[in-house]
T-cell receptor
Framework: SQQGEEDPQALSIQEGENATMNCSYKTSINNLQWYRQNSGRGLVHLILIRSNEREKHSGRLRVTLDTSKKSSSLLITASRAADTASYFCASHSGNTPLVFGKGTRLSVIA | GAVVSQHPSRVICKSGTSVKIECRSLDFQATTMFWYRQFPKQSLMLMATSNEGSKATYEQGVEKDKFLINHASLTLSTLTVTSAHPEDSSFYIC????????????FGQGTRLTVV
């Protein structure tokens, strides 16, 4: 069964605005990862945050992790039309496979 | 990052035929590879875990006789969809982790299977 649940399921914003996506999970994890998927394409790894980290930055991306609430957020600042894609959080514990959330479909309007 | 190559990227086959999808780790050894299926506008659902040199572990509801997985080497896993039906049409993605490193997983480009 899927572990992660993202919200919102769909998000539409104007170019230049920030986009925030949230993810919740159910069990303890080693790390949580965010992926991006353009329509009909493979997955691109964006960022990994370990269970002992609270915040991580990578370029225009900012990820937070709250293990007490079993939740994570992905913030994309100064969004661009090219950021239009689906974004998934995924997590695993130990050597288990990645379990994906339902994803957020982000549309950035130029 | 590490590269995972999946082939073919797109395949159309007739109902009742079998299709083989390959997943290769190009620059690292992957003891374990994972196969996912994704229906339109849905998330990735894990189908099975492929372990080099041993039998694959299938998720509940996935028919192991229909989705044959072979992981004969540390760089290659194959998924064969046998006697394909239109309902098997989907996007199949493989994933691999660097051996002995419990970190990020790397994904293939995916295979779009259409059964007509």
């Amino acid at each position: 069964s899927q572990q992660g649940e993202e919200d919102p399921q769909a998000l539409s914003i104007q170019e230049g605005e920030n986009a925030t996506m949230n993810c919740s999970y159910k069990t303890s994890i080693n790390n949580l990862q965010w992926y991006r998927q353009n329509s009909g394409r493979g997955l691109v790894h964006l960022i990994l945050i370990r269970s002992n980290e609270r915040e991580k930055h990578s370029g225009r991306l900012r990820v937070t992790l709250d293990t007490s609430k079993k939740s994570s957020s992905l913030l994309i600042t100064a969004s661009r039309a090219a950021d239009t894609a689906s974004y998934f959080c995924a997590s695993h514990s130990g050597n288990t496979p990645l379990v994906f959330g339902k994803g957020t479909r982000l549309s950035v309007i130029a | 990052g590490a590269v995972v190559s999946q082939h073919p990227s797109r395949v159309i086959c007739k109902s009742g035929t079998s299709v083989k999808i390959e997943c290769r780790s190009l620059d690292f050894q992957a003891t374990t590879m994972f196969w996912y299926r994704q229906f339109p506008k849905q998330s990735l659902m894990l189908m099975a875990t492929s372990n080099e040199g041993s039998k694959a572990t299938y998720e509940q509801g996935v028919e192991k006789d229909k989705f044959l997985i072979n992981h004969a080497s540390l760089t290659l896993s194959t998924l064969t969809v046998t006697s394909a039906h239109p309902e098997d049409s989907s996007f199949y993605i493989c994933s691999a982790r660097v051996r002995q490193k419990n970190t990020e997983a790397f994904f293939g480009q995916g295979t779009r299977l259409t059964v007509v």
